[in-house]
């Protein structure tokens, strides 16, 4: 089922506006609340876009512009060791809320998953 923007979890009245890390003219990054994924979150377009496939020009712009931005802030407040950026489209690619958002996730190598891949990379590099 596809939300209105109305039923949106990132569209007012449901949009929390506590977790607005940072903004442009046409989107929001949304931090998540997580602990074990701190600098990580999500940037949305402010209009309801239920796709990545339906931003506008200068929501694509608004993006990639965030994105640096994001980084940034990321870079100087977390020192994360890498990045995993992208986005889910469609309920069988992954996409639980309909309304376009890119992942944005900072690798820091605390992490679990950071210490199991470096484990993985040092035992392929012995073989």
């Not at 990132?10 to 890390?21: I, M, N, Q």
């Not at 931003?55 to 802030?73: G, M, N, Q, S, Y």
């Not at 998953?113 to 040092?122: E, I």
Request: net charge neutral; aromatic share 6%.
């Amino acid at each position: 089922m596809v939300e209105s923007a109305g039923q949106c979890l990132f569209c007012p009245p449901l949009l929390e506006e506590a977790r607005v890390a940072l903004r442009n003219a046409h989107c929001l990054f949304l931090s998540q609340p997580e602990p074990v994924l701190v600098g990580s979150g999500i940037i949305v377009p402010i209009r309801h876009r239920e796709t990545v496939f339906d931003l506008i020009p200068e929501e694509w712009e608004a993006t990639l512009a965030l994105l640096h931005d994001v980084k940034a802030l990321a870079d100087r407040e977390y020192a994360p060791h890498g990045y995993n950026v992208g986005w889910n489209c469609g309920r069988i690619a992954g996409q639980a809320v309909f309304h376009a958002h890119l992942h944005v996730i900072t690798a820091l190598c605390g992490r679990a998953a950071c210490r199991q891949r470096h484990t993985l990379l040092a035992e392929a590099g012995r073989k």
